[in-house]
């Protein structure tokens, strides 16, 4: 079965500074990877998907994340984050099953 | 594109009464629609998979004679709480995934706020 892992659970960066959230991932087949966002009270927004093409992914509102399959990881980043950044993020994995598997989440607060 | 509403966006009921939330797929056909609950602070947890026309797939641990759902059509999956209790208070999310969609990628709608007292 596939599962993801989110490393921190709460990251503070400054306004400015860089995001690097992190997410490794376990499966037996090549996956589909997930990067979601979640405001407070809201659903799940998609930040960029990782389905076998490009290892390096580019998303919405400045975020791209890298696949490295040596290192079974997925990590999202931006070079500088800004005040509308702070939020939930989640990591997710598919294979053949259609479910998503999602990380515990990471929570982001971004300093002035 | 690629819209899921869910309604009502908050709910509050008594304890012992049902509660119906409805998950639209807006501007596509959803072949699969997944209900999700999520506690507080906490990441989501997958309750059922859901296709039209056939009985919903529950995880392990979900009781489906409490948590009905019913997808009537290629837009529609309701989630039906019976019989709530304080203890089904949760954030209660949906989502959906259509032909369109790339590597299993899901739609999600904007999220259920059930409170039970």
């Known amino acids: 079965a596939q599962s993801v892992t989110q490393l921190g659970s709460h990251v503070s960066v400054s306004e400015g500074a860089l995001v690097l959230l992190r997410c490794n991932y376990s499966?037996?087949?090549?996956?589909?990877l997930f990067w979601y966002v979640q405001y407070p009270n809201q659903g799940l927004q998609l930040l960029l998907k990782?389905?076998?093409?490009?290892?390096l992914v580019k998303g919405i509102n400045g975020f791209e994340a890298e696949f490295k399959k040596s290192e079974t990881s997925f990590h999202l980043t931006k070079p500088s984050a800004h005040m509308s950044d702070a939020a939930e993020y989640f990591c997710?994995?598919?294979?053949?099953?259609?479910?998503?598997?999602f990380g515990a989440g990471t929570t982001v607060t971004v300093r002035a | 594109g690629a819209v899921v509403s869910q309604h009502p966006s908050r709910v509050i009921c008594k304890s012992g009464t049902s509660v119906k939330i409805e998950c639209r797929s807006l501007?596509?056909?959803?072949?699969?629609m997944f209900w999700y609950r999520q506690f507080p602070k906490k990441s989501l947890m997958l309750m059922a998979t859901?296709?039209?026309?056939?009985?919903?797939?529950?995880e392990q641990g979900v009781e489906k004679d409490k948590f009905l759902i019913n997808h009537a059509s290629l837009t529609l999956s309701t989630l039906t709480v019976t019989s709530a209790h304080p203890e089904d208070s949760s954030f209660y999310i949906c989502?959906?995934?259509?032909?369109?969609?790339?590597?299993?990628?899901?739609?999600f709608g904007p999220g259920t706020r059930l409170t039970v007292t």
């Open positions: 989502s959906a995934n259509g032909l369109a969609s790339v590597g299993y990628e899901q739609y």
């Open positions: 499966s037996s087949v090549p996956p589909y």
């Open positions: 990782y389905t076998s093409a490009a290892t």
């Open positions: 997710a994995v598919s294979v053949n099953d259609y479910k998503l598997s």
């Open positions: 501007d596509f056909q959803a072949t699969t």
């Open positions: 859901s296709n039209e026309g056939s009985k919903a797939t529950y």
